[in-house]
């Protein structure tokens, strides 16, 4: 269960439109289903009271969506974030990917988010309803009664790998302050990085021939915010939906890693939303523990203004040669 | 659809005697959209470009590939046939079968495999060849120099002399440099003073230089021939133009403890100061840490004295903004600090000096009117130590010393030791040395004199400890001939220290987007070729904030510097180069990411409004190349993420066609 409630955070929200501070909130509100949580904005307390929804299934990480709203939005925008997503709002200022006049950043504690997939492993499929309290109680159509369980138990990799609850930015913070965790979430990445070439190269052809082309990861993604994505710009010459063949779908990934190198706080959403359950986290993190290796530790999104080591220059920089040694046969 | 043709160059047997260009010609004939395609024993020669020219005629060709050596040798040349015949002259490009093909390899039939590739990723690109036209932009007449030592001086009376605007901006209060702290200079020993004050007076009456001592340059804006520069001219609390230098406001002031940093201390001067008798500008400066009225109000004897009325104690740090056509950096060196050298004992004895507090010492206008008298007791050292090399070519200690050499120091020492025994037969002089470098005209005869007409010993070792003992210096030091321990009692010790660039060069050069290597000296465009440009357009180089350098060398380097100028300065209009970077405004996030990676702020934001298709209005943030600035090295091209810059005349798509053709 979420630490602040859904109560407090329409209380905060309507607060602030009554007293001019926004004109609208950016905040969740149920998809089609009731583990699928999609980004919402609101203007009025009615309708916040109606549909907003807060929960262990607001994974949507929302700073993407300010570039998009705060363009057309009179007045400031309202918006909630977890600590993952205040790395993705700092980055993004970074970029001038949006006007930070015009948001108004409130901090909540996430305790995670529950995975979907882990969840129906234990309820089963056919979700009917969730109803998100101490316990995830899930009731299907096929069976009697809910299946309880513990968000521990059902949390998004990314999630169990958490690397802050401390909130890099915002405005107000609602409860309490968290701490930069040691995640451990380059154990996976060592894991790749054990595998002989041939191996690592089967692992990723496995996983990428999966890849269908829907562009959901690129879409999520808050690193993606391009005007024109050069995968949907006739003259970049990779502009393509659906890959002619596997090696298309390949060079898409690899693409979009290098796109978003150095600029990928690692917020986990193209794999949470990937309806193929790819790792594509696995492929960024593998670029960020090489850049911690090879340019010293950088978080993206941890202040605003940073200069990423990959459009840096410092005298300690490693040469071309080095890196390629080091690479040797794990490169 | 192009219509190319193709020329391979036989380069007599430089390609043909390992590409068979005939096969490559033929080869090259069925490439999409060539329609002619020959060889020939020398295109570059008249024959060979009327060839060009004739077919360009005959075939309607809109496109040529010339195969033949590098771009750098004969891209210029090709591009004027191409314009003699009618064509725009980037409708051309080289594909180098010389020097990365003939010439790396062996094997005939290997080599024309590769003319051939290379020939077919020419004809790939050219197939997507747009006609270019630089652009033109006008210079500004005038030109900045930043320091005024010797370097400056002599770029500034140059570029003066051949009829243009001049501006020198100085730090201190006055012009000289180093130089005007010296005392004989090496090799011919003609009096610093004697040799540079003349010029000194030349500077301050032409009519084309100004002056803008005691002042610093704060901004820089523009590029070359269009730079804007914001001078800040510090508060000397003294009116510049109604003083008259005849210092009866220096004869009265009541504050005489001031360490003299012109005597780099070893003297004391007044509040108000004039740095030495032929100081240009000769006027009086205040030093507002030490002023009775500027710290407490009270005093104001200057002031009363001054019959001018020059005494203006409101006086504020004032900004000028000027523009120039192009900007010379002579801000020189300073010799590295002492402190940390523990084992010569500089911190701890007064005897224990630098050799330019030497020059300060032996110059008649120095502290002790130029009288060869030890600090600490004013007596006559009997027993002179010199150590050369004190910091320089010390790769082992990075956090005190330099790894480089820094060049003046062998000569003069030799100078100062060669001095002293001329002017004072009866000291006895040792010099330390590690090696003795003496590459320059009438150099190492000045060394033999030093050692074989004046006595002077030199041994080649270094000295471990200074130790101060009583009113002597205990040197210990190393003989490596004699190889042995060599024990000195020294009345005075002289540290030749290595000299470094001003503290004030690196953010001087981030201002001018000016590059610098790791010792923080400025970097020449070509080390060999163009020493005295910086990769910077309109950025030149004088004197030792290059690499350390003697006052013949400086002044040689400083006459360079100014043939570069004038060269500039005679244009009306400059030519661009057409080969530049520029944004899709439709597809720029605005990101910022090219304006981080380029080096030479060539790139700049703005909003702009769009209209959306729901027929919005969205003002966005979009990237804006100053064509002027940008010199086409293509790093923001890599960086951007969605595509949207591109270079003219290497786009994205041409080098991937290149790509493409060389893959196939
Ligand atoms: C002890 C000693 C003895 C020497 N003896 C000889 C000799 O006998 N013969 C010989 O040929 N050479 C000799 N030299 C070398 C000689 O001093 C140099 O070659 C010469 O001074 C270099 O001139 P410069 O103008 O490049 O630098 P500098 O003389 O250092 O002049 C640089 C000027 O720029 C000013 N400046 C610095 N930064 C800024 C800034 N940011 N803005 C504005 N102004 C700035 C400084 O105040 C200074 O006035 C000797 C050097 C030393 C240390
Ligand atoms: S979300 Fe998954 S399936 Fe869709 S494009 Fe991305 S990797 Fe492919
Ligand atoms: S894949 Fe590249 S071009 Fe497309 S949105 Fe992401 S960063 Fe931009
Ligand atoms: S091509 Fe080079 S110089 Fe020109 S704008 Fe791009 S990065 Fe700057
Ligand atoms: S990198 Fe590309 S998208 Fe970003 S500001 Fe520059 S041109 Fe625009």
């Known amino acids: ?331 | 659809m192009q219509r190319i043709g193709v020329f391979v160059c036989w380069c007599g047997s430089n390609i043909a005697g390992t590409v068979d260009v005939k096969q490559v010609a033929k080869a090259l004939e069925n490439e999409p959209g060539v329609v002619y395609s020959t060889d020939y024993q020398y295109m570059c020669s008249q024959a060979g470009q009327d060839m060009i020219v004739n077919a360009v005629k005959e075939h309607r060709l809109t496109g040529i590939v010339v195969c033949s050596c590098s771009p750098r040798m004969h891209e210029q040349t090709f591009r004027k046939t191409a314009a003699k015949a009618g064509l725009n002259p980037y409708m051309v490009e080289i594909a180098n079968i010389r020097e990365q093909c003939s010439w790396v390899h062996k094997d005939m039939i290997v080599g024309t495999e590769k003319a051939i590739i290379l020939g077919k990723a020419a004809v790939a690109k050219v197939n997507l060849n747009a006609p270019l036209t630089p652009g033109e932009s006008p210079v500004t007449k005038r030109a900045l120099v930043i320091g005024g030592g010797i370097a400056g001086i002599q770029t500034a009376l140059d570029i003066a002399d051949a009829g243009f605007e001049v501006d020198i901006v100085e730090k201190k209060p006055t012009i000289g440099g180093k130089m005007a702290q010296l005392d004989k200079t090496f090799p011919t020993l003609d009096c610093a003073a004697c040799i540079l004050t003349p010029k000194m007076v030349d500077v301050a009456q032409h009519e084309k230089i100004r002056v803008f001592s005691f002042s610093e340059v704060s901004e820089v804006s523009g590029f070359v021939g269009n730079f804007e520069v914001t001078i800040k001219k510090k508060a000397r609390y003294v009116k510049e133009d109604i003083c008259t230098g005849c210092g009866a406001c220096v004869d009265k002031c009541p504050v005489k403890k001031v360490p003299n940093e012109f005597n780099l201390g070893m003297d004391n001067r007044k509040a108000i100061y004039i740095p030495f008798a032929q100081a240009v500008p000769k006027v009086a400066t205040i030093d507002p840490n030490a002023c009775n009225m500027l710290k407490a109000g009270k005093c104001g004897v200057c002031s009363k004295v001054c019959t001018a009325g020059a005494i203006d104690y409101t006086q504020k740090d004032e900004l000028v903004t000027e523009k120039y056509g192009a900007i010379v950096v002579a801000t020189g060196f300073e010799p590295i600090s002492m402190e940390k050298f523990d084992e010569y004992a500089y911190s701890q004895s007064k005897d224990v000096i630098t050799s330019l507090e030497f020059e300060r010492l032996t110059n008649a206008a120095g502290p002790t009117q130029g009288k060869l008298l030890r600090p600490s007791d004013l007596k006559h050292p009997e027993k002179i130590v010199f150590v050369q090399c004190v910091g320089s070519r010390c790769a082992s200690c990075a956090e005190k010393g330099k790894e480089y050499c820094s060049k003046i120091c062998c000569m003069y020492t030799a100078k100062h030791a060669m001095l002293t025994r001329d002017k004072y037969p009866d000291t006895d002089v040792t010099v330390f040395y590690i090696d003795v470098r003496t590459p320059g005209k009438n150099f190492d005869e000045f060394y033999r004199r030093a050692t074989e007409d004046y006595g002077v010993k030199y041994i080649k070792g270094m000295v471990g400890k200074i130790v101060p003992e009583g009113d002597k210096l205990h040197v210990q030091g190393s003989d490596l001939i004699a190889n042995e321990q060599v024990h000195i009692d020294a009345d005075l010790v002289v540290l030749a220290a290595a000299i470094e660039p001003d503290k004030s060069a690196r953010p001087l050069a981030t201002m001018l987007t000016a590059s610098m290597d790791t010792n923080d000296f400025f970097t020449e465009a070509h080390p060999k070729l163009r020493p005295v440009e910086s990769p910077t357009a309109g950025v030149f180089l004088s004197g030792a904030c290059q690499g350390p350098k003697d006052i013949p060398e400086t002044v040689s380097q400083a006459g360079a510097a100014a043939a570069k100028v004038i060269g500039l300065l005679a244009k009306d209009k400059l030519l661009g180069n057409p080969c530049v970077a520029s944004s899709d405004e439709n597809m720029c996030n605005g990101c910022s990411s090219c304006a981080n990676v380029c080096p030479y702020g060539a790139i700049t934001y703005e909003d702009k409004e769009f209209r959306m298709p729901d027929r919005t209005i969205q003002v966005r943030r979009i990237a804006k190349v100053n064509p002027a600035v940008c010199q086409g090295c293509g790093c923001c091209t890599v960086t951007c993420p969605s595509g949207a810059m591109d270079l003219r005349g290497f786009t994205n798509s041409q080098i991937m066609a290149e790509v493409d053709a060389i893959c196939k």
């Open chain 1, 1 to 331: 269960m979420q630490k602040v409630t859904r109560e407090a955070l329409i209380e905060k929200a309507a607060s602030l439109l009554a007293n001019g501070t926004v004109t609208s909130v950016l905040a969740w509100k149920k998809g089609e289903f009731d583990y699928d949580i999609t980004p919402a904005l609101f203007t009025g307390e009615e309708e916040m009271h109606a549909e907003l929804v807060w929960n262990d299934f607001c994974g949507a990480n929302l700073s993407k969506y300010l570039v998009a709203k705060t363009k057309k939005a009179e007045g400031k925008i309202l918006v909630f974030l977890k600590s993952c997503d205040t790395y993705s709002f700092n980055q993004l200022l970074t970029e001038h990917r949006f006007d930070r006049e015009k948001v108004y950043a409130v901090g909540i504690p996430c305790c995670g988010m529950a995975d979907i997939d882990k969840v129906k492993a234990i309820s089963g499929d056919g979700i009917a309803s969730i109803e998100c309290a101490e316990k995830i109680k899930v009731s299907t159509i096929y069976s009697e009664g809910a299946a309880e369980m513990d968000l521990n138990d059902v949390l998004l990799e990314r999630c169990e790998s958490c690397k802050s609850k401390k909130h890099v930015a915002y405005d107000e913070l609602m409860g309490e302050e968290g701490e930069i965790l040691d995640s451990h979430r380059f154990d996976e990445v060592e894991r790749l990085e054990a595998m002989t070439p041939d191996e690592r190269f089967a692992f990723w052809q496995e996983e990428l021939s999966k890849c269908i082309r829907c562009n959901a990861c690129r879409n999520v993604c808050p690193a993606c915010t391009c005007e024109v994505c050069v995968f949907n710009n006739p003259a970049s010459g990779v502009e393509s939906k659906a890959p002619v063949n596997d090696f298309e779908e390949k060079m898409f990934h690899i693409i979009r890693a290098f796109h978003v190198a150095g600029r990928c706080t690692d917020c986990g959403e193209c794999s949470r939303v990937c309806p193929q359950n790819i790792p594509l986290h696995l492929l960024n993190r593998k670029f960020i523990k090489d850049m911690n290796e090879c340019y010293g530790e950088y978080q993206a999104g941890e202040t605003v203004g940073q200069r990423a080591p990959l459009v840096d220059y410092t005298l300690d920089d490693l040469e071309a040669g080095e890196v390629f040694e080091r690479g040797g046969d794990n490169a």
